[in-house]
């Protein structure tokens, strides 16, 4: 799953180790992402690609505001699972946001406004219609023309009306004796 945060870099450290496989070297990157509430939102992230580390520093030499896509997955360490936040992408965001509390997390796909297409509705939701109030939808959808009619009161259907110039089919049946229109 890939994270997008956008903040204000508050703290940067290396690690470094030594593994089967050789010598290894990683950052912990803590960013201030959502200062709108009463108490700041932060996220600590592991940059393990040198370029998003070069990017990270230098914007927070400058104070600015970065933007991390990160990678989220879980892990079990001796019977315990531990969250971990890897960020691949780094870059400096001269946005809205920056000026906004530094903007906030967007989680999964991004959000994109929705187009009108199939499927969507036209307009906005309907009140129902109340007794004594005859109003005609100012957007949305259309009210139905013809084709399904409500049952009576005592029972039984009435049939919808036929169309105007068409013949009608008791008055005339087919030449092989049937009443079906085709």
Same mark, same amino acid.
């Given at each position: 799953?890939?994270?997008?945060?956008?903040?204000?870099? !508050?703290? !940067?450290?290396?690690?470094?180790? #030594?593994?089967?496989?050789?010598? /290894?070297?990683? /950052?912990?990157? *803590?960013?201030?992402?959502?200062?709108?509430?009463?108490?700041?939102?932060? *996220? !600590?992230?592991?940059? /393990?690609?040198?370029?998003? %580390?070069?990017?990270?520093?230098?914007?927070?030499?400058?104070?600015?505001? *970065?933007?991390?896509?990160?990678?989220?997955?879980?892990?079990? %360490?001796?019977?315990? /699972?531990?969250?971990?936040?890897? $960020? @691949?992408? &780094?870059?400096? @965001?001269?946005?809205?946001? &920056?000026?906004?509390?530094?903007?906030?997390?967007?989680?999964? %796909?991004?959000?994109?406004?929705?187009?009108?297409? @199939?499927?969507?509705?036209?307009?906005?939701?309907?009140?129902?219609? #109340?007794?004594?109030?005859?109003?005609?939808?100012?957007?949305?959808? &259309?009210?139905?023309?013809? +084709? %399904?009619?409500?049952?009576?009161?005592? +029972?039984?259907?009435?049939?919808?009306?036929?169309?105007?110039? &068409?013949?009608? $089919?008791?008055? $005339?049946?087919? $030449?092989?004796?049937?009443?079906?229109? @085709?």
């Amino acid at each position: 799953m890939t994270y997008e945060f956008i903040g204000k870099v !508050l703290n !940067l450290n290396e690690r470094s180790g #030594q593994s089967a496989r050789g010598p /290894w070297k990683m /950052w912990e990157c *803590v960013i201030e992402h959502d200062t709108t509430g009463q108490f700041p939102r932060r *996220v !600590l992230v592991s940059v /393990w690609d040198e370029n998003a %580390y070069n990017t990270i520093a230098s914007i927070q030499q400058q104070q600015g505001v *970065v933007r991390v896509t990160c990678s989220v997955d879980a892990r079990e %360490y001796n019977g315990r /699972w531990f969250n971990d936040i890897r $960020a @691949f992408r &780094a870059e400096p @965001f001269n946005g809205m946001a &920056a000026q906004q509390g530094y903007g906030q997390q967007m989680g999964g %796909y991004p959000q994109q406004p929705m187009q009108q297409g @199939f499927a969507q509705p036209q307009g906005g939701y309907q009140q129902p219609m #109340q007794q004594g109030f005859a109003q005609q939808p100012q957007q949305g959808f &259309a009210q139905p023309q013809g +084709g %399904y009619q409500q049952p009576m009161q005592q +029972g039984g259907f009435t049939a919808p009306a036929a169309p105007a110039g &068409a013949p009608d $089919a008791q008055a $005339a049946p087919n $030449a092989d004796g049937s009443d079906l229109p @085709f």
